[in-house]
């Protein structure tokens, strides 16, 4: 949200827009910042077909995403009454401050991921979930998430280990094949941002 309304801002001046113009930004337009968490692995090769059927009709942009689902939106100002997201049901979180739920994620669920990828694909595993299984993985992965990740986290001990037994189970969900290339793709850049 900062970074669109310093765009914002800056054509605006460049295009000679008037103060009014620059006025109404701050008072009428929210600019907000999200975090989404969800895994989704994307368009279903092997079940594509057999999802047509079901559906009655050919879909080539079908996803497959786990249940779990958290939208975190920041936002100056309340927007939840224009946005009544979570009376429909949805997971959607408003905060004037994202970095904890962002942190948590990051940390968690990404860094868990970053640090048994390469390991896993070298021990013959392919997918998320078989790593889980895998003994030496699946122990490595909850002593890094429990021993290593946590402890320098500062927050709420008991949402982060909350959130990790979810992560762990969102990790073994036998109906999402994450994987583990997939997950390596850029883990430079990853490494950095999650660790």
Not at 16 to 24: D, H, R, V
Not at 31 to 52: C, H, K, M, N, Q
Not at 144 to 163: G, Q, S, W
């Amino acid at each position: 949200g900062i970074h669109l309304k310093e765009c914002v801002v800056k054509f605006a001046k460049l295009w000679n827009l008037e103060e009014g113009f620059l006025t109404w930004l701050d008072d009428a337009c929210v600019f907000t910042s999200t975090l989404v968490d969800r895994i989704v692995t994307g368009y279903p090769r092997d079940d594509a077909e057999e999802l047509w059927k079901e559906f009655g009709y050919q879909d080539n942009i079908v996803v497959t995403a786990e249940p779990f689902g958290l939208w975190v939106i920041e936002s100056s100002k309340d927007i939840s009454k224009e946005l009544p997201l979570p009376e429909a049901g949805l997971p959607v979180i408003f905060t004037d401050n994202q970095k904890p739920y962002k942190q948590r994620k990051v940390r968690i669920l990404n860094g868990a991921h970053t640090s048994f990828v390469l390991a896993s694909y070298l021990a013959g595993n392919d997918y998320v979930r078989e790593s889980m299984e895998d003994e030496l993985i699946g122990n490595f992965m909850h002593q890094t998430i429990y021993d290593e990740v946590i402890p320098t986290l500062d927050l709420p001990k008991e949402d982060l280990l909350e959130f990790a037994s979810a992560v762990d189970g969102r990790f073994r969900n036998p109906y999402i094949k994450h994987a583990l290339l997939s997950i390596s793709l850029n883990s430079v850049s990853k490494w950095r941002a999650r660790c």
